[in-house]
């Protein structure tokens, strides 16, 4: 049985939350919301962006979060010369304000239980584009709300992101069923629900 979630959605747009963060309302914004550790492979993360941005150098790339590797993966942006194409504003309390400047989620854990950021992009219309590793694939639908890719595979998590940028429709289509995926399956009338089913069937 999995939590439920109240969630908030964004109480912005897309345009003026990425507006908000100093970024062109058209420009693809890639995201996410981690820890700066080993585990969440953050070094990883930031060498697929910056093949990324060499297929869009017009992409924007937003990390969320803190850590003892937050000065080395800022570093790594810098030798590449894309020091001013990712923001990364630390450990945030309104983190639906940076999710809803988000067009595509990136998780590039080395492991993972259940991953609660993957729900939390789906609630704010967020497609996610994810290694499989632990509980990811239960938290979207491989294909409908997002995509899964081998672990450790960059080339891979590039060329899925790049093709649903060449694709709106797709990528729309993407978030909405993300947003229906992350109510029926993890909001919290639906944990009440399975609660309250599971107590009648006992």
Known sequence: M?????????????????????????????????????VKQP???????????????????????????????????????LGGSVIMPGRVDNVT????????????SETE????????AQFSNVPVVAFDV???????????SGILVDPDDVSALVHETNALFTDPARLAEMAEAGRRNAVASFSADAFYDRLSRAYSES
């Not at 239980?113 to 939390?120: A, D, M, R, S, Y």
């Not at 632990?134 to 409908?144: C, D, H, M, N, R």
């Open 43 to 81: 070094m990883l993360w930031a060498q697929a962006a910056i093949a990324f941005a060499k297929e869009r150098p017009d992409a924007r790339f937003l990390m969320a979060g803190d850590g003892p590797m937050q000065e080395d993966v800022a570093q790594a942006f810098k030798d590449a010369g």
């Open 134 to 144: 632990g509980g990811a694939s239960e938290t979207f639908l491989p294909g409908v």
């Open 113 to 120: 239980g259940l991953p609660n950021v993957l729900i939390e």
């Open 2 to 38: 999995y939590n439920g979630f109240d969630w908030d959605s964004p109480t912005q747009d897309k345009g003026t939350a990425k507006i908000a963060l100093g970024i062109a309302p058209d420009a693809p914004v890639i995201g996410t919301v981690f820890r700066f550790s080993n």
């Open 97 to 108: 304000d940076y999710l809803a400047a988000m067009d595509v989620f990136w998780l590039t």
